[in-house]
């Protein structure tokens, strides 16, 4: 069974400018997540779709992130336009069941750099 | 204070010792709990979760304390391949959104 994807799994963009994440979960996990690690901090909770729905997203930094889930497959980051604390890895995650009860998967990340 | 605790470390011990982390936690809500362990420039990946029985699977074993907030993960004959940082992930009680600590680092050398 296919894991957890993301691509690009690294990109480095110039301030000002806009970078679109994506990450493809395991196919029927209804939930997934996306999470942001910065440098010598811990893993932060961004948002939390269920299928399509936003379900929670007061992870959210600011409005310069966009999420989307379209069709409830595959979502998408959009950060425009990038400063340069939004640099970090932006982990993906996925489960069945919601991830505070059961294992979520995560994918290998996305290594952002914001220079 | 952190919702969620860990000493960073790292811990530097040899093959077959035995090493403890522990994991404090601020929301005395809080109703799950996991150690998820993190290769170096992997995703992290679960290692156990951690029931209010505690729970063992092999050299590893996991308890829950909740009158004093923490959990622990214990490794029994530590191996070269356990090096990695161990995660403790604590959901947020009222919410089912997870919370992570740092990590702790652990070295397993020779």
């Known amino acids: 069974e296919a894991g957890v994807t993301q691509f690009p799994s690294h990109s480095v963009i110039e301030k000002g400018q806009t970078v679109t994440l994506r990450c493809d979960p395991i196919s029927g996990h209804d939930n997934l997540y996306w999470y942001r690690r910065v440098m010598g901090k811990e893993i932060k909770f961004l948002l939390h779709?269920?299928?399509?729905?936003?379900?929670?997203e007061s992870g959210m930094p600011n409005n310069r992130f966009l999420a989307e889930r379209t069709g409830g497959t595959y979502s998408t980051l959009k950060v425009q336009p990038a400063e340069l604390e939004d640099s970090g890895v932006y982990f993906c995650?996925?489960?069945?069941?919601?991830?505070?009860?059961?294992?979520?998967?995560f994918g290998p990340g996305t290594r952002l750099t914001v220079t | 204070r952190k919702e969620v605790e860990q000493d960073p470390g790292p811990f530097n011990v040899p093959e077959g010792a035995t090493v403890a982390f522990n994991c404090t936690y601020s929301?005395?809500?809080?109703?799950?709990f996991f150690w998820y362990r993190q290769d170096c420039r992997k995703e992290p990946k679960l290692l156990m979760s951690v029931y209010s029985s505690g729970n063992e699977d092999g050299r590893f074993t996991a308890q829950l304390n909740r009158a004093s907030q923490y959990i622990s993960l214990l490794i029994r004959d530590s191996k070269l391949s356990d090096s990695a940082t161990y995660l403790c992930v604590v959901n947020g009680g009222g919410s089912y959104i997870p919370t992570f600590g740092r990590g702790t680092s652990l070295i397993v050398h020779p």
């Open positions: 995650a996925s489960s069945q069941g919601l991830a505070g009860v059961e294992e979520q998967y």
């Open positions: 779709f269920v299928k399509e729905s936003k379900q929670d």
């Open positions: 929301n005395s809500a809080s109703q799950s």
